[in-house]
């Protein structure tokens, strides 16, 4: 029995505090707090209200939920376009030099690795990174002026390289880590 009232007791009060909230809700005049408004229209629409469930909540018009979603959308847009032309390119950058730190290691494992097998796997794990930073730098995202961007191009899985799956593919990564030791030579 003790349970049973303590949980009658519980119900008790979740139901006041329901009431209390509502009571405040209705006090709110969210016509005249439209900061307040607007944040409880992007809450509500991110829990999948509609615009009159919104304007009947708050006890407006459905046309100032319209109006404050319109607001919201353009303030979002606008956000989204300064994070683009700042924080993208910046990103960008950091997404080279982490390239060339993975180079830096790869180098080091292929020139310290006693294991031959080790040291042409870093080899061509060296070729392919640089392989792929070529494309990323002769391929950067564009910002273009409706605030877009266009990825990086990314090969098709038809398109891929598949020298890995020949026989002679041995072969060819040898004579590929030789010419490009040759090319550094010379420069």
Request: proline share 3%; glycine share 2%.
């Amino acid at each position: 029995m003790n349970k049973m009232s303590m949980d009658m007791n519980s119900l008790v009060e979740m139901a006041k505090n329901r009431s209390v909230e509502n009571e405040k809700r209705r006090k709110t005049n969210y016509k005249d707090n439209v900061e307040l408004r607007r944040h409880t229209v992007q809450s509500m629409l991110i829990r999948g209200n509609t615009q009159w469930e919104i304007a009947e909540y708050l006890g407006v018009s459905q046309p100032t939920v319209s109006r404050d979603i319109q607001w919201l959308r353009s303030v979002a847009k606008k956000e989204l376009k300064d994070k683009l032309e700042k924080k993208v390119p910046e990103e960008y950058y950091r997404y080279l030099v982490s390239i060339d730190e993975v180079l830096r290691n790869t180098w080091e494992i292929a020139l310290s690795a006693f294991d031959e097998k080790i040291r042409l796997g870093a080899l061509q794990f060296v070729i392919d990174c640089s392989k792929h930073k070529m494309d990323v730098i002769m391929n950067p995202p564009i910002l273009k002026s409706n605030s877009t961007v266009k990825p990086f191009k990314r090969k098709r899985h038809s398109e891929a390289d598949n020298t890995r799956d020949s026989d002679d593919s041995f072969t060819r990564n040898q004579k590929e880590i030789k010419k490009n030791q040759l090319e550094k030579q010379m420069f």
